[in-house]
């Protein structure tokens, strides 16, 4: 009994133990809360002090650029003021008539005062002393002197511009290179290739848009022959079908046989357009074809450049075409 009795206490002073020491972790919890949450609002003082700074600045800022404006525009209407006020005293006195100007000169005006003459003289000065200035600047330049910016940039308009790369990968380029493996790309390029064949072979290319136009030359014997030549009887058809390029009938196959295929206009214009739709997905497959080529190469160029033997680059990657290398000759063991 005394053994259990003992037992029982441990077990008491345990969970006292135990709930003192959690008594502690929740106040110490608790201190490391109210610390934390002072420290915030401390920061959300200092902000809004910083904000209310700011404030005050721009707002002073304000207030002498408005400054400056309504000083230059008084300064303005000075200026203004005193150019109205000369013009009228000239006026006047071109009025009341100039007796001290010979009356040789009277037709050149008003002879120069000395404040003109100042400012001619002052503008002469401040040219001749930015033409010195930029003389002995030229005689202070370093001829050996090179930096990057004077092969990088090109001068337009008086002012240096730095000069554009040319974009050597397109983002649709840089996407798939990342994304898909050479042999997945290659087998798409030829997926295309063969969609390309099978629409060639469908169409004859006979009538697309772009395509050089064949010429057809006719010789006769005299000069009469060619100013009374006719093209549909020559060609024995009707003249409505000279300008077609295939599926010219002559005269007598449209006399002896029945027309087969599409008659109405409706429906021709309909099988035209189905053409021209077909053409232009050609064209788009075309395109397609030639981009994966050259991303084929770029990254058939990027494998063979981790191999460790030595190489040039003989020239630059551009959108549609792969950087060339000139590996060193190694022989092979």
Do not use: W
Not at 244 to 261: A, C
């Amino acid at each position: 009994r005394r053994e259990e009795k003992r037992r029982e206490e441990k077990r008491r002073e345990e969970r006292r133990g135990e709930e003192r020491r959690g008594e502690e972790r929740r106040g110490e919890e608790k201190r490391r809360e109210e610390k934390r949450e002072e420290v915030k609002r401390r920061e959300e003082r200092t902000g809004e002090k910083r904000r209310e700074e700011k404030r005050r600045e721009e707002k002073r800022e304000e207030e002498r650029r408005g400054e400056k404006r309504r000083e230059e525009k008084r300064r303005e209407e000075k200026r203004r003021e005193e150019k109205r006020r000369e013009e009228k005293r000239r006026e006047e006195y071109l009025k009341a008539g100039t007796p001290n100007i010979p009356r040789f000169r009277k037709h050149l005006g008003l002879l120069e005062k000395k404040k003109d003459y100042k400012l001619r003289a002052d503008d002469y000065h401040r040219k001749q002393k930015t033409l010195s200035a930029l003389h002995k600047k030229a005689m202070d330049k370093n001829p050996d002197e090179f930096h990057f910016k004077m092969i990088h940039s090109q001068l337009q308009d008086g002012v240096h511009v730095i000069k554009l790369k040319e974009e050597e990968m397109t983002e649709e380029q840089k996407k798939v290179m990342r994304t898909q493996d050479v042999r997945y790309v290659e087998m798409k390029r030829v997926s295309e290739a063969k969609k390309i064949e099978r629409l060639k072979s469908e169409l004859h290319l006979l009538d697309a848009d772009g395509k050089q136009q064949n010429k057809h030359t006719f010789f006769v014997d005299t000069k009469k022959e060619v100013e009374d030549f006719d093209l549909a009887k020559h060609l024995n058809t009707v003249p409505k079908l000279v300008d077609r390029v295939y599926n010219r009938p002559t005269l007598d196959t449209l006399v002896n046989k029945s027309i087969l295929g599409a008659v109405e206009r409706k429906k021709v214009k309909t099988l035209a357009k189905m053409r021209k739709h077909q053409y232009g997905q050609l064209c788009q497959r075309i395109d397609r074809e030639k981009k994966m080529f050259v991303i084929t190469q770029k990254i058939q160029t990027r494998k063979d450049l981790q191999d460790k033997n030595k190489k040039v680059k003989v020239r630059k990657e551009t959108a549609t075409a792969p950087a060339v290398y000139k590996f060193e000759a190694k022989r092979k063991r």
